[in-house]
């Protein structure tokens, strides 16, 4: 199946300092990723989609300026956490969408993001 | 708003036994269904899909998948589960509207015991 990555996998930063986490589509180009939020032992949180060229459509809950999402190209996605608080740490997983016949979902393999 | 249940959220298995998880959802027009699977340590994995025609879906590893339409259910199943099925298992729903988001419900852990 298509492979989309993450970078960092983890990243430990301090309070009040930004974070970027990187998407990439590797081997199609994703007009459309998500980023999304999960919580130990809970499901997937959608937070925000992100069009390519376009501004992100967030979720309902989600501050935009907190979470800054840049859709810059076809395979490449990224989200800054803006002076991150410790109720941000969290595992954060993009996916990317295939538009081709496939028309599936891939997802990253997640970042593990811890604020102290 | 979509909606999408899971009602086991634990599920314990001896190897060979048959394993079917509920899967609801709540729309009411066109939609797309998945189930994913996340390995211990791993990231998502695609099982199976359903888009149209055949409601019995066929994935990888053995599993299958009924869309039953009237019941709004997306049940996965397998016929004999393995110790190496142990993860955990998410229903998704995408609706045909323009917003085209994955849904998800909140994801059944399995454990396979030898």
């Known amino acids: 199946g298509a492979v989309v990555s993450q970078h960092p996998s983890r990243v430990i930063c301090k309070s009040g300092t930004s974070v970027k986490i990187e998407c990439r589509s590797l081997d199609f180009q994703a007009t459309t990723m998500f980023w999304y939020r999960q919580f130990p032992k809970k499901s997937l949180m959608l937070m925000a989609t992100s069009n390519e060229g376009s501004k992100a459509t967030y979720e309902q809950g989600v501050e935009k300026d907190k979470f800054l999402i840049n859709h810059a190209s076809l395979t490449l996605s990224t989200l800054t956490v803006t002076s991150a608080h410790p109720e941000d740490s969290s595992f954060y997983i993009c996916?990317?969408?295939?538009?081709?016949?496939?028309?599936?979902?891939?997802f990253g393999p997640g970042t593990r993001l811890t604020v102290l | 708003a979509q909606s999408v249940s899971q009602h086991n959220h634990h599920v314990i298995l001896s190897e060979a036994a048959s394993l079917e998880l509920g899967c609801n959802y709540s729309y009411g027009g066109t939609v797309n269904l998945f189930w994913y699977v996340q390995y211990p340590g791993q990231h998502l994995q695609l099982l199976l899909k359903?888009?149209?025609?055949?409601?019995l879906v066929k994935g990888i590893k053995g599993f299958e998948a009924e869309f039953i339409k009237s019941k709004f259910s997306f049940n996965l199943r397998k016929p004999s589960v393995q110790w190496s099925d142990t993860a955990e298992y998410f229903c998704?729903?995408?609706?045909?509207?323009?917003?085209?988001?994955?849904?998800f419900g909140t994801g059944t852990l399995l454990a396979v015991q030898p």
């Open positions: 996916s990317a969408r295939d538009s081709s016949l496939t028309d599936t979902q891939y």
């Open positions: 359903y888009f149209s025609g055949d409601p």
């Open positions: 998704a729903v995408r609706s045909g509207g323009a917003t085209n988001k994955l849904i």
